[in-house]
């Protein structure tokens, strides 16, 4: 394949008027709840709001690491003032005065519904709280973050083999079913909280390289890469015991993709020499397993297989997309390896075609194989605006390559 000619300037604007011109706007008008504070908790596939839907801590974190970035970067005031909405709203209610920690789920005027400490969701609200004080300077933000990151590691880091323990109680205690959803296994370890971890300490340590953060981190970098990426195949295992002992065989696609840029970035960050050569190694492994195993002949991304190949959930999943945009990229980046580039540029075109909702603004949840959006009446997990559905993985993608982009030129 000769080299492939993409303008990285026209490029850059299709992601800028994404972000400026769709997803930001959408989340600014549709979802503010001006009553009673925060945001509201759902949004149908036709733009209609649940006012009396619960809140969860996931995407109100998630929000506020959204315009904060968005502010930082874009300057724009705006951002800056829904970052301040997301903020207080996150510190007055979703904050527990009692035991330290945020709730996992509000009802819709601020009560708490469950206040089970989900490490998952304390991880975001590092996230964003590190990002709000980049972008304001707030110090009781950076003094949230980090007492959220003396309460993961006194409350979750498991001391015997290493890594963190899924979730406690509302007083931290031990917690008998651990799951993040449903949808997921009752195990003690899995790569998602462990992937968001690592990301959240990326963040913390740009606000704040502290020599017990960054000692922390390299354990974790370590670890996720002695027992949770799978060097033979290239994939995350997903779900362990306490000992690291696999406990299935499924893939998810979207995750490998997002990990390959997210360990890279990790180790950056930290600046240890080896672990980034190491991180640099598997990142492109893992970005090849996914080139190779995972794409659709539309260049979409496949969302979950077995370990024999055999497509276990072949949907379309929005936020899967966004991450294989900048995984790809980011394999580019460090191989040269044109395809990459141009599988990068397929995603980011079937992105604008068929993900983002031309009607009614920002991007459709779920997609069947042919491309075409489920329902809500078809699929519960199918708005606009959900418990899970966020603007924190189709913002980062424009907000990435943004700055990728511009480095390259």
Known sequence: MGPIMIDRRLWAERFKQELVGNILPFWMRHTVDRENGGFHGSVGCDLTVDPKSPRAAVINTRILWTFSAAALKLGDPQYRETADWAYQYIVEKFWDQQYGGIYWMLDYEGNPLSGRKQIYAQAFAVYGMAEYFRATGNQESLERARQLFRLIEAQSHEPLYGGYLEA??????????????????????????????????????????DPELQAKQKALLEVTMDHIVDSATGHFKLFFDNQWNSLTDHISFGHDIEGSWLLVEAAQVLGDAALLDRARSLSLKMARAVY?????????????????????????????????????????????????????????????????????????????????????????????????????????VCLEMLERLAENR
């Open 292 to 396: 190779e195993q995972a794409l659709d002949q539309d260049g979409s991304l496949f969302y979950e297989a077995n370990s024999k190949g055999v497509l276990v959930d072949p949907n379309k999943h929005w936020w899967a997309q966004a991450e294989a945009v900048v995984g790809f990229y980011n394999a580019y980046q460090l191989s040269g390896d044109q395809r990459f580039l141009y599988q990068a540029y397929r995603v980011w075109e079937y992105i604008e075609e068929k993900i983002v909702d031309k009607v009614h603004g920002e991007w459709h949840a779920k997609l069947r194989p042919n491309g075409t959006p489920y329902t809500a009446q078809e699929d519960g997990d199918a708005c606009l605006v959900g418990p899970w559905k966020c603007p924190y993985h189709n913002s980062r």
């Open 168 to 209: 406690c109680a509302r007083d931290w205690g031990p917690l008998e079913d651990m799951r993040l959803s449903e949808k997921d296994l009752n195990s003690p370890k899995s790569m998602n909280t462990h992937l968001h971890v690592m990301e959240a300490y990326t963040n913390l340590l740009r606000a704040w390289p």
